[in-house]
């Protein structure tokens, strides 16, 4: 059996896109452009590259509901299984939304 990595990436997106996921109850996939990206102390950085990328991130529900495309993000996200999951329960001032201008 192949060991996951602990990993975490503080990134700031822009949204384009929002679904319910199809697979994580409770969840979104977002389309996201991905603005900037940084290492979060402690854990490996496996999201970095995505920085100029559109990426499919899963993010819950209750965090994202009724944001609208151009919305910017700034959350920390994971890498599992091939999919890029933001934090579940995010820490105080890990997570934050700023509406279109």
Do not use: C, K
């Amino acid at each position: 059996m192949v060991q996951a990595i602990e990993n975490r990436t503080a990134l700031t997106v822009r949204l384009v896109t929002a679904a319910p996921h199809p697979r994580l109850n409770g969840w979104d996939l977002l389309g996201v452009d991905v603005l900037d990206a940084r290492p979060v102390p402690g854990y490996a950085d496996l999201l970095t590259r995505q920085v100029g990328h559109r990426l499919g991130l899963a993010v819950p529900s209750d965090l994202v509901r009724g944001l609208t495309p151009g919305t910017v993000i700034r959350l920390r996200a994971r890498l599992a299984g091939g999919e890029a999951l933001a934090e579940r329960r995010p820490a105080p001032g890990t997570f934050a939304i700023e509406p279109p201008a």
